[in-house]
């Protein structure tokens, strides 16, 4: 029976941290302060606004002008977010390889819709990829498991026939709140000091390289 991959966007399928780690230290320029290093902004890239305005401004949404500079980091994302993106390293290969399988996959992420198709175009996905589901489709956002269940729903599969790929505590949460298998892109921006074994996912990949033999001995246990 065919099976259906679902994946997050940020920190999974592209590295998109040097974009939005650029908007955000263009909040800090417009503020008179230096820029971040990288590094220091990269583990917040997929908590979106919130996390990544927490980490250059220590700005949280009960700020008085929290929903201004949100605006504002989301234009000047918009208007550069196809810099330095990049799918990670072993992702086309791995979309390849589930293609000449006869698996279908897809995209859930907590990414407006508005932000996430063009770069999903952007990257070359937009053609094999059976469903995007953005931050805005449906009601809910992750770790709410709606998003996934649109998915599954939308593409035609049952969530126990689907897998569920993300580098967030909360692709995992939604994953099995879904009723779907789950695998941790520890490639992504999930820190090098979480405890990722206490999330219990079905498995943990290290490099994209990783996450086929995964789906491969989940879809030897259906």
């Given at each position: 029976m065919q099976k259906l991959v679902l994946f997050d966007f940020d920190g999974t399928l592209a590295d998109t941290a040097p974009d939005l780690a650029a908007a955000a230290n263009r909040q800090r320029a417009r503020r008179g302060l230096p820029p971040l290093h990288y590094e220091a902004l990269r583990p917040y890239a997929s908590q979106g606004a919130r996390g990544l305005l927490k980490a250059a401004l220590d700005m949280a949404p009960d700020h008085p002008d929290y929903e201004t500079c949100r605006q504002q980091f989301l234009e000047d994302y918009e208007q550069d977010m196809t810099?330095?993106?990049?799918?990670?390293?072993?992702?086309?290969?791995?979309?390849?390889?589930?293609?000449q399988n006869n698996y279908a996959w897809g995209i859930v992420t907590n990414k407006m819709e508005y932000l996430a198709i063009p770069l999903v175009v952007h990257l070359g996905l937009y053609t094999d990829c059976a469903i995007t589901v953005g931050g805005d489709t449906t009601e809910h956002t992750k770790p709410h498991p709606a998003p996934l269940l649109h998915a599954a729903k939308q593409a035609g599969f049952d969530p126990v026939h689907c897998i569920y790929v993300g580098d967030d505590e909360r692709d995992i949460i939604a994953g099995k709140a879904a009723g779907m298998a789950t695998v941790v892109a520890a490639y992504g921006y999930c820190g090098q000091e979480t405890a990722l074994h206490a999330w219990q996912a079905d498995g943990i990949a290290q490099s994209a390289h990783e996450i086929w033999p995964v789906i491969q001995r989940w879809a030897d246990r259906q």
């Amino acid at each position: 029976m065919q099976k259906l991959v679902l994946f997050d966007f940020d920190g999974t399928l592209a590295d998109t941290a040097p974009d939005l780690a650029a908007a955000a230290n263009r909040q800090r320029a417009r503020r008179g302060l230096p820029p971040l290093h990288y590094e220091a902004l990269r583990p917040y890239a997929s908590q979106g606004a919130r996390g990544l305005l927490k980490a250059a401004l220590d700005m949280a949404p009960d700020h008085p002008d929290y929903e201004t500079c949100r605006q504002q980091f989301l234009e000047d994302y918009e208007q550069d977010m196809t810099t330095l993106t990049r799918l990670f390293p072993g992702i086309q290969e791995l979309l390849s390889t589930l293609k000449q399988n006869n698996y279908a996959w897809g995209i859930v992420t907590n990414k407006m819709e508005y932000l996430a198709i063009p770069l999903v175009v952007h990257l070359g996905l937009y053609t094999d990829c059976a469903i995007t589901v953005g931050g805005d489709t449906t009601e809910h956002t992750k770790p709410h498991p709606a998003p996934l269940l649109h998915a599954a729903k939308q593409a035609g599969f049952d969530p126990v026939h689907c897998i569920y790929v993300g580098d967030d505590e909360r692709d995992i949460i939604a994953g099995k709140a879904a009723g779907m298998a789950t695998v941790v892109a520890a490639y992504g921006y999930c820190g090098q000091e979480t405890a990722l074994h206490a999330w219990q996912a079905d498995g943990i990949a290290q490099s994209a390289h990783e996450i086929w033999p995964v789906i491969q001995r989940w879809a030897d246990r259906q």
